[in-house]
């Protein structure tokens, strides 16, 4: 872990791998044998991850959802899925690079994968619009899910959005519609969709891609109609209640699993998918071909009523 990226709360990991790097440095340095030295520390090491993640309040795991050495859709799209062949443009205004889209191979099987994407420099965060599509974004999206349907082909959206760009030309160009025409097209589409939500999961510009038959979330990823920092400043008048109105939105994975608005847990490697990439790859790959396959024995009329029905009764609630 890079000191200079390392959380508040893993700056104690941070240091324990600092000496043990040191100690590796110095053993190739002088030819020596450190690994009676190095087992132990190594042992405290996992020991330290395991206590710190297995504990993360809901404002932590925020901080780790917006890592910026968490694995983005590309990532993804060039470790769980083979000959990737992008598809740009909406056919009406521009291509959007704040949303990957087009063909791949998931295991034995082709798909339609649809990503959003952040960038992971300055010069990479402007062109990709910090991951905040434009209607165009949800437009190309939706011409890729008609192509799938066309095709046969199963849906799968790789959601990572602080939230739709809520800029003066997007709203020109009709940010709100699109997104609405993206939430019935998902609803009512004929093909098998599971969407995942790999890290920051805001508000309707992530929806717009979650109206699926499964959606996963990883473990430290987040997904909530407002980030925390927006909520407190509505709520409190005060963004620095940030952590107060995380623990009230429940975004994190285990209390909206709770509550019936997602379908599954992705477990991440010790100490999140940011130490780890291949393995947090290794756990998407296998959720997401698990889920897949438990819907290949669905009718495209019995996928359209389950899915319809499975999002018509969330919020619903009776008083005794």
Known sequence: MAAAFALEFE?????????????????????????????????????LRQEIYG???????????????????????????GDFFELHGDRLFRDDPAIVAGAARLGGRSVVVI???????????????????????????????????RFRMPVITLIDTPGAYPGLGAEERGQAEAIASSLVLMATLRVPIVAAVIGEGGSGGALALGVADRVLMFENSVYSVISPEGCAAILWKD?????????????????????????????????GAHTDPDGAAAALSEALARHLSDLDSLSPDDLVRRRTQKFLKMGKFEES
């Open 11 to 47: 700056k104690p990991i941070a240091e324990l791998e600092r000496q043990i790097e040191e100690l590796r440095r110095l053993a190739t340095q002088r030819n020596l044998d450190v690994g009676r030295e190095i087992a132990p520390l190594e042992r405290k090491l996992a020991d």
């Open 239 to 271: 963004a620095t209640q940030r952590e107060r109105a995380a623990e009230a939105l429940k975004l994190t994975a285990p209390d909206l699993l709770a509550l019936g608005l997602i379908d599954a847990i992705v477990p991440e490697p010790p100490g």
């Open 55 to 81: 504990n993360l309040t809901p404002f932590q795991r925020v901080q780790v959802a917006r890592h910026p050495r968490r694995p983005y859709a590309l990532d993804y799209l060039n470790t769980v899925f």
């Open 115 to 149: 990503g959003q994407q952040k960038g992971r420099d300055t010069k990479e965060n402007l062109k990709r619009n910090f991951g905040m599509p434009h209607p165009e974004g949800y437009r190309k999206a939706m011409r890729l899910m008609k192509l799938a349907e």
